[in-house]
Structures are given as structure tokens and as C-alpha cells.
């Protein structure tokens, strides 16, 4: 089946070509897409694509932080001021992965991959989203739970808060292939303190469900506590809750149950 290539010079103009046509996709790096071209997706039939450089824009130099949705990977490795996200980045796929994928194409991700949309889960991101009737923002957790809905419109970026402080922010990610395997579970937390206590509190996962998920029964154990053994024993005991994992080639559904919780108490304790 013949694919039509289309190039646009904003994203605006990109975004209306999305909507008006049911069987286009958007290309960025091309590791979502021309995957599923190669395997024989016949349900595309047009290529969109935008050289809008707005699109590939990285702001880290104050508190709030703005990532381009055509920002790679290997470039938030190369920005000094985002050290706290270089272990997602790094945990993504090998080199050529890291210099073509990028941010707005892994909010797309489908389970066991979308590392970096668990970190920005975590981090209580918003979405900015080009589509038929202009440009809106959105919380990211509205925007992956509709996520299927997405596909006519185009991420332009997404936006947070740099964490107060460096152990504000903790990441893991769990494979069976290292450095560039798909996930088995991966977990974001984002624990800011005030006076002691953990406040506005995000545990964010991923394969545990079709898209990144929040472990909301987790993150009210530990609201407002201190990170003590005992908040940290009930925070592992709620991990799993609400959530739907699947059974893969690389764990079961019962497997990522047991497991998940343990590596949160990992994540928490600050072990290895």
C-alpha cells in the first residue's frame, strides 16, 4: 500500500492535516511509526510531518521546565540543568534510539515502553496539544488516559516543575536486556517535603497497565507523612492497587503484582 509523505512548515498546519485525515500519523523520530510501517501497518496512508522549530525548543533554565515534543532523548542528555532526568533518558532504548526518539512520540508508547511519559507522569506534566480547533493544555494524566483519542492532534510539548531538590525525584526501571530492553516495570516518584513531611506526593508506573498509570492508593500512604518505615511498608502494600498489568514475553501479569512493590520500597529507601 503506497504512503503519501506531507511536510509542513508550522504545526499548526501539521495538526489540521492530522485531523482532516483519519489514516494520517504523525512522524518525529520515526521509532513509533516506522515501526509499524516496516511490520505492515496498512491502516496508514499518510505521513505528516513538521520542520516548525518551536517543535524542537528546550527550556531548563527556570523553575518551570518546557520540553518540545521533538526534543530527543540524547539532547535532555546533553542539558547539564536536567541531570535529574538523565536516568530516564539514559534508560531508553541504545544510541540510535536516544538520537531519533523523542519526547512527544513516547507519551505514545504503548506498554512495556513510554519510560519518560511515567517520569513526566510523576512529575505532574502538562501537555500542550495542537488540534482542529487550536492549541489547549491538558494534565498529563487526562491526556493518557485518552491517550487513543490523541492521534488527530499534534503534541507541541510538556511542561512541570523542576523538583525542589535532587532526592525529590527518584526513577527505576526494571528490564531483563540492559541497557535497551523494554520494560518489566518502571517507576517514577516525585516526594517534595515540607517541614519533614511528604507533600503533594506522585508514584508514577509503568507496564502496569496499557498506558503509564499513577499509584494513587500509594501516594495517600505516604501524604503528609515522613518517610518512615512504616508509611514506606504501607506505600508497598497499596503498589499494585488499581492497577491492570499484562502478561508479555517478558513477565506475567502476577509477576509485575509481586515485584512492584519491591522495587518501590527500593526506590524509597534509596537502596540500589
Same mark, same amino acid.
Given at each position: 500500500?503506497?504512503?503519501?509523505?506531507?511536510?509542513?512548515?508550522?504545526?499548526?498546519?501539521?495538526?489540521?492535516?492530522?485531523?482532516?485525515?483519519?489514516?494520517?500519523?504523525?512522524?518525529?523520530?520515526?521509532?513509533?511509526?516506522?515501526?509499524?510501517?516496516?511490520?505492515?501497518?496498512?491502516?496508514?496512508?499518510?505521513?505528516?510531518?513538521?520542520?516548525?522549530?518551536?517543535?524542537?525548543?528546550?527550556?531548563?533554565?527556570?523553575?518551570?521546565?518546557?520540553? !518540545? %515534543?521533538? *526534543?530527543?532523548?540524547?539532547? /535532555?542528555?546533553?542539558?547539564? @540543568?536536567? #541531570?535529574?532526568?538523565?536516568? =530516564?533518558?539514559?534508560?531508553?532504548?541504545?544510541?540510535?534510539?536516544?538520537?531519533?526518539?523523542?519526547?512527544?512520540?513516547?507519551?505514545?508508547?504503548?506498554?512495556?515502553?513510554?519510560?519518560?511519559?511515567?517520569?513526566?507522569?510523576?512529575?505532574?506534566?502538562?501537555?500542550?496539544?495542537?488540534?482542529?480547533?487550536?492549541?489547549?493544555?491538558?494534565?498529563?494524566?487526562?491526556?493518557?488516559?485518552?491517550?487513543?483519542?490523541?492521534?488527530?492532534?499534534?503534541?507541541?510539548?510538556?511542561?512541570?516543575?523542576?523538583?525542589?531538590?535532587?532526592?525529590?525525584?527518584?526513577?527505576?526501571?526494571?528490564?531483563?536486556?540492559?541497557?535497551? !530492553? %523494554?520494560? *518489566?516495570?518502571?517507576?517514577? /516518584?516525585?516526594?517534595?517535603? @515540607?517541614? #519533614?513531611?511528604?507533600?503533594? =506526593?506522585?508514584?508514577?508506573?509503568?507496564?502496569?497497565?496499557?498506558?503509564?498509570?499513577?499509584?494513587?492508593?500509594?501516594?495517600?500512604?505516604?501524604?503528609?507523612?515522613?518517610?518512615?518505615?512504616?508509611?514506606?511498608?504501607?506505600?508497598?502494600?497499596?503498589?499494585?492497587?488499581?492497577?491492570?498489568?499484562?502478561?508479555?514475553?517478558?513477565?506475567?501479569?502476577?509477576?509485575?503484582?509481586?515485584?512492584?512493590?519491591?522495587?518501590?520500597?527500593?526506590?524509597?529507601?534509596?537502596?540500589?
Amino acid at each position: 500500500m503506497p504512503v503519501t509523505v506531507k511536510t509542513f512548515g508550522t504545526s499548526g498546519e501539521a495538526a489540521a492535516a492530522l485531523s482532516s485525515e483519519r489514516d494520517a500519523r504523525y512522524l518525529g523520530g520515526g521509532t513509533l511509526v516506522m515501526r509499524a510501517l516496516n511490520e505492515g501497518d496498512v491502516s496508514v496512508s499518510t505521513i505528516v510531518r513538521a520542520t516548525d522549530r518551536a517543535l524542537a525548543q528546550l527550556d531548563a533554565t527556570g523553575s518551570r521546565i518546557t520540553i !518540545g %515534543a521533538g *526534543v530527543t532523548f540524547a539532547r /535532555v542528555l546533553a542539558e547539564r @540543568s536536567l #541531570g535529574f532526568l538523565h536516568p =530516564v533518558a539514559g534508560s531508553i532504548g541504545g544510541p540510535a534510539v536516544r538520537n531519533m526518539g523523542t519526547i512527544g512520540g513516547n507519551l505514545f508508547a504503548p506498554a512495556p515502553f513510554g519510560d519518560f511519559a511515567v517520569a513526566l507522569l510523576a512529575l505532574d506534566a502538562s501537555v500542550a496539544v495542537q488540534g482542529a480547533y487550536g492549541a489547549r493544555d491538558m494534565p498529563i494524566e487526562e491526556f493518557l488516559s485518552g491517550r487513543s483519542r490523541q492521534a488527530d492532534g499534534l503534541v507541541l510539548s510538556a511542561s512541570f516543575q523542576r523538583p525542589l531538590s535532587d532526592d525529590a525525584f527518584r526513577y527505576r526501571k526494571i528490564a531483563r536486556v540492559r541497557p535497551k !530492553g %523494554a520494560a *518489566v516495570v518502571t517507576l517514577a /516518584v516525585h516526594v517534595p517535603s @515540607s517541614g #519533614g513531611r511528604a507533600v503533594g =506526593v506522585r508514584i508514577a508506573l509503568g507496564a502496569m497497565a496499557s498506558t503509564p498509570v499513577r499509584a494513587k492508593a500509594a501516594e495517600r500512604t505516604l501524604e503528609g507523612h515522613t518517610l518512615d518505615a512504616a508509611s514506606i511498608a504501607a506505600a508497598v502494600a497499596a503498589a499494585a492497587d488499581g492497577t491492570a498489568p499484562v502478561d508479555d514475553a517478558l513477565a506475567s501479569a502476577w509477576y509485575r503484582r509481586e515485584v512492584v512493590g519491591v522495587h518501590l520500597r527500593r526506590l524509597l529507601t534509596g537502596q540500589a
